[in-house]
């Protein structure tokens, strides 16, 4: 993305509110209110992620052009810490680095929501590198399925159908496995295995397989169909965690979505319960980590960590 002049900042009309929305391949923000964008690093684990976290949403608001106090910077992310004072922490360096007045911080799936169903019973799968789902009750209770990560979940996501789809390419290239032409390509898995980057690295593949699978390999064809499952299995468990029989909102959002076509989407439908009524997102994470910004937290209050200056 184009970095803003200095001069662009609204900071001489007075302060500014932020939006993040922070996955495995990138971190991004959005200027409220004038729209601007920026971009940095992408979650990763790592044992100074507190540190990545704070340089990632530095690096995406210097690139936004923002040089004036914030007012209200609102955060969904990825790698949202797992206890209170670490969480606590980060808010904390995060208004310090950002000159924040006050610093809503939140998990990934609440963004995502906000976004998709602001203010409204229902569930919403965000797929993209991983996978996270959110069940939000009339009663307000809420429910997380999955987002536990590439190595203990993340079923169905862009990471899980690259792999598989790597997988496939060398079991090919070895004579185990079925001719398919996922192994037409000059990528060697085997050398991804040093890389910084290896999740985000593997889950650019699954583009690949979906394209192959409309273009009717049964290879990769059974590779999506495979990760459709997984994703139906996981709006299932939300739906099932929501109470009464009746019909359930349930919108799909994220990256992967993004131009993966009816070979998804059709094989998914297929398999989802009967409560399932699948609509269209009202929008994306970053617009809920914007309305999460813009106005009181509502129906999120409780899976907020909120730091005050």
Wanted: hydrophobic share 45%; net charge negative.
């Amino acid at each position: 993305m184009t970095a803003h002049p200095a001069s662009a900042d609204p900071a001489a009309r007075g302060p500014i509110r932020l939006a993040f929305d922070g996955g495995q391949s990138a971190l991004r923000v959005r200027v409220i209110p004038d729209g601007r964008t920026g971009s940095g690093p992408g979650f990763t684990h790592s044992a100074n992620s507190i540190q990545a976290t704070v340089d990632a949403v530095r690096a995406a608001a210097d690139q936004a052009g923002v040089t004036g106090p914030v007012e209200v910077a609102a955060l969904g992310l990825t790698g949202f810490p797992k206890d209170l004072p670490t969480a606590e922490i980060l808010a904390k360096s995060i208004a310090e680095t950002l000159r924040a007045t006050e610093v809503r911080l939140t998990q990934d799936m609440v963004t995502a929501h906000a976004g998709a169903l602001p203010d409204r019973y229902g569930v919403v799968l965000a797929a993209g590198t991983g996978v996270v789902c959110l069940g939000i009750d009339r009663d307000g209770s809420w429910y997380k399925i999955d987002g536990h990560g590439y190595l203990f979940g993340d079923a169905g996501s862009a990471f899980a159908i690259g792999r598989a789809g790597l997988v496939a390419v060398q079991r090919a290239r070895d004579g185990r496995g079925p001719a398919t032409a996922l192994a037409d390509t000059d990528l060697d898995p085997i050398a991804l295995y040093p890389s910084p980057t290896l999740v985000d690295d593997v889950a650019r593949f699954a583009p690949v397989v979906l394209r192959r699978a409309a273009e009717g390999d049964p290879v990769a064809h059974d590779i999506v169909v495979r990760a459709a499952g997984e994703l139906a299995e996981t709006i299932g468990a939300a739906i099932g965690s929501l109470a009464g029989q009746g019909q359930v909102p349930v919108a799909c959002v994220g990256g992967l979505f993004d131009g993966a076509g009816d070979q998804l989407a059709e094989p998914l439908r297929a398999k989802l319960p009967s409560r399932a009524e699948l609509i269209v997102a009202e929008g994306n994470s970053l617009d809920g980590a914007q309305r999460l910004a813009s106005g009181p937290p509502g129906p999120y209050d409780e899976l907020i960590v909120t730091h005050h200056a």
